[in-house]
């Protein structure tokens, strides 16, 4: 399995910015997921083992952006313009499965997550 581990959450006023990061030790795609409380965890992106492919969920289009640097073995989500709606506790995961590129089923090793606060 992959062994992943984030960091970079923190609490931040609304429009503000963070940069999440992954640090992942295998060859995969990898993606973000979240979760806020009482809600069940959802996709946010995801980006392909070179790079050149990248997904994301409608909510934060335009505001997040997923890249990797394979040869720090790091992938990064940058979140601008950030809204309370996209407070959750962020998950870092390595995928499995392409097709299911969006799903939780499409990932098989998980980071212990970050959380991101974001006040009004």
């Known amino acids: 399995q992959v062994q992943l581990v984030e960091s970079g959450g923190g609490q931040v006023q609304a429009g503000g910015s963070l940069r999440l990061s992954c640090l992942a030790s295998?060859?995969?795609?990898m993606g973000w997921f979240r979760q806020a409380p009482g809600k069940e965890r959802e996709f946010v992106t995801t980006?392909?083992?070179?790079?050149?492919?990248?997904y994301y969920a409608d909510s934060v289009k335009g505001r997040f952006t997923i890249s990797r640097d394979n040869a720090k073995n790091t992938v990064y989500l940058q979140m601008n313009s950030l809204k309370p709606e996209d407070t959750a506790v962020y998950y870092c995961?390595?995928?499995?499965?392409?097709?299911?590129?969006?799903?939780?089923?499409?990932?098989?090793?998980w980071g212990q997550g970050t959380q991101v606060t974001v006040s009004s």
């Open positions: 995961a390595a995928g499995s499965d392409w097709l299911r590129k969006t799903q939780l089923s499409g990932y098989n090793s």
């Open positions: 295998g060859r995969s795609f």
């Open positions: 980006v392909s083992w070179n790079g050149r492919n990248t």
